[in-house]
């Protein structure tokens, strides 16, 4: 079951700029927190950034603090993820999911196919 589609990612070079989108169907979003995760080939899923069913609080990993933003547009039910600044480390594949705001962790067990952001030197 594919409940969430990512979009925006792609080839970019060190210091640029993408922006991520992550859309619903058949869920309204407004009332779940969300988070986006992503993985590097050989290493673990990991937490990126989380937003609350308001929008009200953030949260983000150190790793990307001060270059990326998330936010959400529930009307549009979409949650988005600006990313600046970029590094060759932000290389990995990006979801989103639903997200516990105690330990960011992902709350389904149904992942979208994600979206790859691929940073140049």
């Known amino acids: 079951q594919v409940q969430l589609v990512e979009s925006g990612g792609g080839l970019v070079q060190a210091g640029g700029s993408l922006r991520l989108s992550c859309a619903a169907s058949?869920?309204?979003?407004?009332?779940?927190?969300m988070g986006w995760f992503r993985q590097a080939p050989g290493k673990e899923r990991e937490f990126v950034a989380g937003?609350?069913?308001?929008?009200?609080?953030?949260s983000y990993a150190d790793s990307i603090k001060g270059r990326f933003t998330i936010s959400r547009d529930n009307a549009k039910n979409t949650v988005y993820l600006q990313m600046n600044s970029l590094k060759p480390e932000d290389t990995a594949v990006y979801y989103c999911?639903?997200?516990?705001?105690?330990?960011?962790?992902?709350?389904?067990?149904?992942w979208g196919q994600g979206t790859q952001v691929t940073v140049s030197s």
């Open positions: 999911n639903y997200a516990s705001p105690i330990g960011w962790r992902p709350t389904s067990d149904y």
């Open positions: 058949g869920r309204t979003l407004s009332i779940y927190t």
């Open positions: 937003i609350s069913s308001t929008g009200g609080s953030t």
